[in-house]
């Protein structure tokens, strides 16, 4: 059984920073790509960054571009969303999701999923 289980979630200003970070169970995390997604309220969930295994690629939605940076430490299975110059619409519950070697940015494309945490940016 695989977990997920994020952390980094908070309250933050209009300009902050935050950094996600999502711990996986498991030997083999290298091999899978990892993807962050987000649900605002009343909105379905959108894809946010994917990286590829070994961090050999990695995908952002046009939104986030230039401003979010995910990452991966295999060693310590873990992903991380480094989130700057955060805005107001970028608020929602951010996701961490395990998908196979060609997932991308649909998320039928990953198989398991963490609780999710609270983004919350204020204006």
């Known amino acids: 059984q695989v977990q997920l289980v994020e952390s980094g979630g908070g309250l933050v200003q209009a300009g902050g920073s935050l950094r996600l970070s999502c711990a996986a169970s498991?030997?083999?995390?290298?091999?899978?790509?990892m993807g962050w997604f987000r649900q605002a309220p009343g909105k379905e969930r959108a894809f946010v960054a994917a990286t590829k295994w070994s961090g050999s690629s990695t995908l952002y939605a046009d939104s986030v571009k230039g401003r979010f940076t995910i990452s991966r430490d295999d060693a310590k299975n873990t992903v991380y969303l480094q989130m700057n110059s955060l805005k107001p619409e970028d608020t929602a519950v951010y996701y961490c999701?395990?998908?196979?070697?060609?997932?991308?940015?649909?998320?039928?494309?990953?198989?398991?999923w963490g609780q999710g945490t609270q983004v919350t940016v204020s204006s």
């Open positions: 498991g030997r083999t995390f290298r091999r899978y790509t």
């Open positions: 999701a395990r998908g196979g070697y060609y997932a991308g940015t649909y998320s039928n494309d990953y198989d398991y």
